[in-house]
C-alpha cells in the first residue's frame, strides 16, 4: 500500500510493501533525485539488509557511499554528525543527493539531522527495520541528536521525500526487539482508532505469531493512523500532534529515572499506557473497562502492565522535564474511550503517585 501524507510542498508517500527495500533505487528515480546515495547504517545491520538496498540503488544507476555509524543511541552525537558530513562532502554529496537511513530510530534521526544540515537540505530517505521505527519514528520529520543534559535536544523538522516500509525485515528481529514496536502500534488505536484498536485486539495471536500479511495490514495501519497527524500538525504546535504522546509523558519518565537501563522504549511505553489510563479513571475521564481493554491487549502482546518498582518521585522529577510542556506546565494525554483523546493540565502529583502505585507488581 502507499499512503499519501499531504504537506504542501513537502508532501510524501509512505511505501508498506513486503520485499520493498529491494525497490528504493527504482522509486528514488522516480523522484529525480540526484545521481549519489549516502546509505548510513550499523553494521549489524548493514550486515543482514544492506546488500539488497544497495543492489537496488546500483541497479537504478545510482552511486552508492555506505557510511556505518555506531549502533544505537550512541550514533546520535554531534561528533559522529561531523564525521557524516565529513564523509558526505568526501563523496561529492550536494543537495540532490540523498541521505538513506537504513535501521532503526537512532539511525534515522542522526541521519535525518544530518541530511537537514548538510548544505541547508539533502534528500532524506528512512528505510526503517524495526516495528517503532516502521510505525511511529521514522515518519513525521523529527531529528534530533542527543546533548549530554538530555537525548533529542539538538534536531529540526525535515520532513523526508519518501519513506520505505518493509514489513518483512521484521521477521528477522530479537523477541524483545519486535514486540516493543507493538506498544507504539496500541497507542495509535487507543487515542486515535477505535475500529483499528478492534482489529489489532482480533489479530493479536496472529501478530504474536509473525503473521507476514497481518504485520502488514497492522503496520500499513498505524503508519496512516500517524500520517494523518502528521498532517494536521507537521511541527508539533498543537495538541493534535500530543496524542502520539499517550503513554509517553510517565513512558519517558519512567525510562529517565532508570537511566535507560531497566525497559525497552516500547515496555515503558506499555507500563505509561496503563499508569496513564489508571490516572484518567482517577480524574473521572475514563472508566475502568477502557484500561481493561488496553491492559488485556498489551498483555496479550507480551508488554508489560506492572513493574517490580517504581521511584515515584525520580519519575515526577523527569516528568518536570517533558519536551511538551509550556510554561512550565506538563500535558498529559489521556483516553476517555477508546478512539478518542484529551489532554489534561496541572495534573496534581498525588494523582501521578496513586497512578504510579497501581502499577507495582504486588498492586491489587
Known amino acids: 500500500m502507499v499512503i499519501p ?7 510524501y508517500s509512505i511505501v ?8 528504493v533505487g527504482t522509486r528514488l528515480r522516480e523522484l529525480r533525485v540526484g545521481s549519489r546515495a549516502v546509505l ?25 557511499t555506505v557510511l556505518e555509524v555506531p549502533d544505537g543511541e550512541a550514533a546520535k552525537t554531534l561528533g559522529v554528525a561531523e ?9 561529492g554529496a550536494d543537495r540532490t543527493s540523498t541521505v538513506l537511513a537504513l535501521g532503526g530510530g537512532a539511525v534515522g ?42 537525548k533529542n535536544l539538538i534536531g529540526a523538522f525535515y520532513q523526508p521525500r519518501l519513506v520505505v516500509v518493509d514489513p518483512a525485515v521484521v521477521l528477522t528481529l530479537p523477541d524483545r526487539d519486535f514486540r516493543s514496536g507493538l506498544a507504539e502500534i496500541v497507542k495509535h488505536g487507543v487515542v486515535l482508532d477505535a475500529a483499528y484498536f478492534d482489529d489489532v485486539e482480533r489479530s493479536a495471536t496472529a501478530l504474536d505469531a509473525r503473521d507476514l500479511p497481518t504485520l502488514t495490514r497492522i503496520i500499513g495501519g498505524s503508519c ?9 500538525d507537521p511541527e508539533e504546535k498543537g495538541e493534535w500532534r500530543f496524542a502520539l504522546n499517550y503513554g509517553h509523558t510517565i513512558g519517558h ?21 496503563v499508569a496513564e489510563a489508571r490516572l484518567a479513571e482517577r480524574l473521572g475521564v475514563a472508566d475502568a473497562g477502557t484500561t481493561r481493554r488496553q491492559e488485556t491487549l498489551l498483555r496479550g502482546l507480551g508488554l508489560p502492565v506492572r513493574a517490580p518498582a517504581v521511584d515515584a518521585e525520580a519519575v515526577l522529577a523527569a516528568i518536570t522535564h517533558d519536551k511538551k510542556a509550556r510554561d512550565g506546565r506538563v500535558p498529559f494525554v489521556l483516553a476517555p474511550s477508546i478512539g478518542a483523546f484529551r489532554v489534561i493540565y496541572d495534573v496534581a502529583p498525588a494523582d501521578v503517585r496513586a497512578a504510579l502505585a497501581s502499577i507495582v507488581e504486588d498492586a491489587r
Open 83 to 91: 564525521h557524516c558530513w565529513d564523509r558526505l562532502l568526501a563523496a
Open 40 to 64: 548510513m547504517t550499523d553494521a549489524g545491520i548493514l550486515k543482514v539488509h544492506g546488500r539488497a538496498v544497495v543492489a537496488g540503488l546500483e541497479a537504478a544507476g545510482l552511486s552508492v
Open 224 to 232: 496512516r493512523l500517524k500520517a494523518s497527524v502528521i498532517q494536521r
Open 109 to 150: 534521526d542522526l541521519a535525518g539531522f544530518v541530511a537537514a544540515t548538510y548544505m541547508r537540505g539533502a534528500n532524506f530517505v528512512p528505510l526503517p527495520t524495526t516495528v517503532l521505527a516502521q510505525v511511529d519514528a521514522s515518519i513525521g520529520g523529527k531529528t534530533a541528536i542527543d546533548h549530554p543534559k538530555a
Open 16 to 23: 508498506v510493501e513486503p520485499g520493498a527495500l529491494a525497490s
Open 5 to 11: 501524507v499531504d504537506l504542501g510542498t513537502r508532501s
Open 253 to 273: 519518565a519512567l525510562e529517565a529515572a532508570t537511566r535507560f537501563e531497566t525497559w525497552t522504549h516500547g515496555e515503558a511505553v506499555a507500563l505509561g499506557m
